[in-house]
């Protein structure tokens, strides 16, 4: 039954005449939570209640920019099991966009290493990012316990840049997962503002992450060295498949734990 639930999320979430209220019908209807701005804007948010004695805080889960949250093979583990650990976790889709290696670099460049895009390429989706946490924010300000934020892949250095420009909204810890940006002077500067980042940072590479993963992978662990990051930690995942979502699970469960969250 899951595989048929997944490939037709997977029909439904690629076509963009799709509107956020057909999207509606395909999803578990007693998780469903819409934020709306002050524009009537509004976004489809995935919700579970913890389900401990008391509530440890708040888990917010962005999946990869081309993914919804049930799609993601690592983000729908963490987001289902999580509540079980005493976390509410809240799951949103990510803003649409086109970011590839050919828009992130000089087209016609014929060296090894071309040159970069314009850093004005990602402030449309800084902003349509900002706009939706803005409103889950205001959604979990008042309750109690911890905040943390998991997200995968170009996602992870959105909400990294989100994070920086609006230091307001910092959570207490974040998780990231297969981390990346598919042009290589962009991937090179995430392991520098990973390394730099003030938050408790885990860092996780599965079996299927991608060569962008792989690129700076060791780097980012040498850098955290350098600028001293006293909670960075890095994590490759030895499992795949099933496996590996509870190894994720696992390893995220006892990272928090440490932390004292």
Excluded: C
């Amino acid at each position: 039954m899951k595989r048929y639930l997944i490939i037709l999320l997977a029909v439904v979430f690629i076509s963009p005449a799709v509107s956020q209220d057909d999207l509606e019908r395909y999803l578990p209807q007693d998780q469903i939570h819409w934020l709306t701005g002050d524009d009537d804007e509004r976004y489809l948010a995935l919700k579970k209640e913890y389900l401990q004695a008391f509530e440890r805080g708040q888990i917010v889960l962005l999946p990869d920019w081309h993914y919804h949250p049930l799609q993601s093979f690592y983000i729908r583990p963490v987001y289902e099991n999580a509540p079980n650990f005493g976390w509410t976790t809240w799951a949103l889709t990510p803003p649409d966009n086109d970011i590839r290696t050919d828009n992130l670099q000089t087209p016609a460049t014929t060296t090894h290493f071309p040159d970069a895009a314009d850093e004005e390429v990602f402030t449309p989706l800084v902003s349509a990012l900002q706009q939706r946490m803005t409103l889950l924010l205001d959604e979990t300000l008042d309750r109690p316990g911890f905040s943390v934020w998991v997200v995968e892949g170009i996602t992870a250095d959105i909400a990294l840049r989100l994070l920086e420009s609006e230091p307001s909204i910092m959570p207490d810890a974040i998780v990231l997962v297969n981390a990346y940006v598919p042009q290589f002077q962009y991937n090179r500067a995430l392991a520098d503002r990973i390394s730099q980042s003030q938050l408790p940072v885990l860092d996780i590479r599965s079996a299927e992450g991608n060569r962008w993963v792989g690129e700076h992978w060791s780097l980012r662990k040498k850098l955290a060295n350098k600028y001293q990051h006293p909670a960075y930690r890095q994590r490759q995942l030895v499992n795949s498949g099933n496996a590996g979502q509870r190894e994720l699970t696992s390893t995220i469960k006892g990272w928090l734990e440490f932390h004292g969250f």
